[in-house]
């Protein structure tokens, strides 16, 4: 055990308890099992029944329904009779918030629970309340009381239990002790861990949830650290990012969270949580699970067995680097958009990565996700660029290129140590961290001008290039490094998964100085499920230079659009959330730096609107209540004009800008 995973160098499940939910095995080396959650009125019988067999059917492993009364969780028994009729075994979930006899009714019908320990006993008023060990501890006995006996009926029933805190819903309780912190989201689990283990129950999985990767990953790292020290042995792990939204943004928030801890062998299970129907979740399940089937057989020996961190990975802390040009220190990190394989380059296609050229004018209107570099390859380009943009080319393009301050070498390794005529102020290096770079570490270590693009070629990449930044670190090299992540996928959605998991890991632990992705844009396919097409792309520039500019924001180290904490709907939404969702986001999106939560009900909001700026909940059936923070604005308003309302609140705080959708040089 290596801090939080079996091996930091190497691809290794994490060794976990073997649970058992239905006929359902889970963990002890079990395969990756996915899931997803309907969004029917649990009410309505037929309509969860065949929502919950389209799930089945698009490959749902267990099936989650919501119960937040004793009538839901009653109807349970109707929803899995009339499947188990229809010939369907999956195993069900039942979801369970503030209700301990609706938990108790389910347990007795479903294969599994869904307890959050953030609600299932405490309340949560935002109340900042002192207490002494002595109340504290009678705190937690009141817990016992009541979460007891729901544990003695699953163990009677042979009956799965998820205790899933999520980040946003942590109680006054563990507030008020340990802080809206990963922390306190581990501790809120262990407590309710520890009764269960004190009855000697041990069907049980763990989830640590919340809609920032940061905070959803530190938490299950922290978990499993805090598990073996007080255990000695890990349960299962259900991973997800909450509320991550739709399209591209959602996949790709998912994707850096569910990703960055599966690459280290973490998790057992998974759901990604968008705001579309739920059976299309399960693609998006699939194509993260299916890179590492056969991962562990695959695995090259690495030369270092053990890894010592320079860095906490329980803690974000970017590494130290220096600045070369607008590279590294505290400069954002920069986006590179890859021309190599394109013609010759004109005006026009500078568009697709932030740049408008007004012939009339003779000015560039830039946008905020405007591209920083342009990897031109042995291209000179034939006109004036805007100020802010500058080329890397390859070495004998440099040396023809008259304009050195806007144009920059790129080496490999055995051209940056044989040859002599180098920038005098940036040059370039693309490496391959699965090679032996001893030579050229020793050769850069002085040498201030330097940025590493770094890549590569071993199959768990993330990992590779990780040990490669930590070399870095322990022998106290600060150069900026450039994250290059080149997919080969055919399908867009694997190409985003891949971006995603293995930059977006690397981010997360404080690596990175900028990001450039690259692939072959005559391989893409755009996506299909059942017919639907979900993800495209027409123009392959903007496709990668959006994903860089989506993957910086969903890391939170680079701000470039407005950010959307969107919960998934299920049976208690109380209003059509994917078509609000659409509506706030096409007058909203221009907001650079915003967080707007949309959320379906009062369970996912306002608590589980984490650290939002604005909140839209529903809190009745056609009503809405608009936050701004955790604090009520508006109660009730009208769904018909709620977004207005919203905008006029945006007005009030001096929050909203007209459109404007570039700025000009």
Same mark, same amino acid.
């Given at each position: ?15 976990? %308890? ?74 069900? $979930? ?18 599994? *629970? ?5 609600? +299932? ?14 109340? +504290?501890?009678? !705190? ?8 007891? #006996? ?5 163990? !009677? ?62 938490? +299950? ?29 959602? %996949? ?80 954002? #990190? ?45 291209? *000179? ?7 802010? *943009? ?44 699965? !090679? ?17 693009? $770094? ?14 930044? *930590? ?20 399908? $867009? ?112 909001? #306002? ?19 608009? +936050? ?30 007209? #459109? ?6």
């Amino acid at each position: 055990m290596q801090l939080y995973c079996e091996s930091l160098t190497e691809y290794k499940r994490l060794k976990t %308890r073997e649970v058992s939910i239905g006929n359902l095995l889970l963990g002890n080396g079990h395969p990756i099992r996915v899931q997803t959650m309907t969004t029917t009125d649990t009410m309505d019988t037929l309509a969860t029944v065949e929502q919950t067999i389209r799930c089945i059917e698009a490959g749902a492993e267990m099936v989650r329904i919501t119960a937040p009364s004793k009538k839901e969780a009653e109807n349970l028994l109707n929803i899995k009779n009339e499947l188990r009729k229809r010939g369907y075994t999956t195993p069900l $979930i039942a979801d369970i918030h503030f209700t301990p006899n609706a938990a108790e009714i389910a347990a007795r019908i479903v294969e599994k *629970v869904r307890v959050n320990p953030g609600n +299932y006993v405490d309340k949560k008023k935002f109340e900042q309340i002192e207490y002494t060990d002595a109340e +504290y501890a009678e !705190e937690i006995e009141r817990i016992r009381e009541r979460f007891t #006996p729901l544990v003695k009926i699953c163990k !009677e029933h042979g009956t799965a239990m998820r205790i899933g805190t999520n980040h946003g819903s942590l109680s006054d309780r563990i507030m008020s002790r340990y802080g809206d912190t990963p922390n306190g989201m581990v501790e809120s689990a262990m407590e309710f861990l520890r009764i269960a283990r004190s009855e000697d129950y041990h069907n049980i999985i763990l989830s640590m949830k919340s809609s920032n990767p940061l905070v959803m990953v530190q938490a +299950y790292r922290l978990l499993i650290h805090h598990m073996m020290e007080e255990f000695g042995e890990c349960y299962p792990l259900h991973l997800g990012v909450t509320e991550a939204g739709d399209g591209e943004d959602g %996949r790709i928030k998912s994707a850096i969270g569910i990703g960055t801890l599966l690459e280290d062998g973490i998790g057992d299970t998974i759901r990604v949580s968008l705001t579309e129907d739920p059976e299309f979740e399960i693609p998006v399940c699939n194509d993260l699970v299916k890179r590492y089937i056969d991962r562990e057989k695959s695995n090259v020996k690495s030369q270092t067995l053990e890894l010592k961190l320079p860095y906490s990975p329980f803690e974000y802390k970017r590494r130290e680097t220096i600045a070369v040009d607008n590279i590294g220190g505290h400069h954002v #990190p920069i986006v590179v958009a890859d021309f190599e394989k394109a013609g010759k380059i004109s005006h026009q296609d500078l568009q697709s990565i932030g740049y408008t050229y007004n012939e009339q004018t003779d000015k560039w209107a830039i946008s905020d996700a405007a591209a920083d570099y342009i990897y031109s390859g042995n291209k *000179v380009i034939g006109f004036a660029l805007p100020g802010t *943009v500058k080329v890397i080319c390859d070495h004998a393009t440099w040396q023809k290129a008259t304009d050195k301050k806007k144009y920059f070498p790129l080496f490999n390794t055995k051209e940056y140590l044989q040859k002599n005529d180098h920038s005098i102020a940036l040059n370039f290096i693309t490496i391959d961290a699965h !090679e032996d770079n001893t030579i050229l570490l020793d050769a850069i270590a002085k040498d201030n001008t330097v940025v590493l693009c $770094i890549s590569s070629s071993a199959i768990n990449a993330m990992q590779s290039v990780r040990n490669f930044i *930590v070399q870095l670190m322990n022998k106290n090299i600060h150069c900026p490094v450039i994250l290059s992540v080149k997919s080969d996928d055919s399908m $867009i959605d694997d190409q985003l998964i891949h971006f995603s998991t293995e930059s977006g890991a690397l981010f997360l632990d404080g690596m990175g100085d900028g990001i450039w992705l690259k692939n072959d844009p005559s391989n893409i396919q755009n996506s299909k499920v059942s017919g639907r097409t979900y993800l495209e792309t027409k123009n392959n520039h903007q496709f990668i230079n959006n994903t860089s500019f989506s993957i910086l924001q969903a890391v939170r180290t680079r701000i470039s659009k407005t950010e959307y904490i969107s919960c998934p709907s299920c049976g208690r939404t109380l209003f059509e959330l994917q078509e609000t969702t659409a509506k706030i986001r096409a007058v909203t999106n221009h907001l650079k730096g915003l967080k707007i939560a949309i959320m379906g009900c009062i369970v996912n909001g #306002p608590g589980e609107m984490a650290d939002a700026d604005f909140g839209y909940v529903g809190s009745g059936v056609g009503k809405i209540t608009l +936050y701004k923070g955790k604090e009520i604005v508006k109660r009730n308003v009208d769904s018909a004009v709620a977004v207005d309302e919203l905008i006029n609140i945006l007005k009030e705080n001096e929050v909203w800008i007209e #459109p404007e959708s570039i700025h000009t040089l």
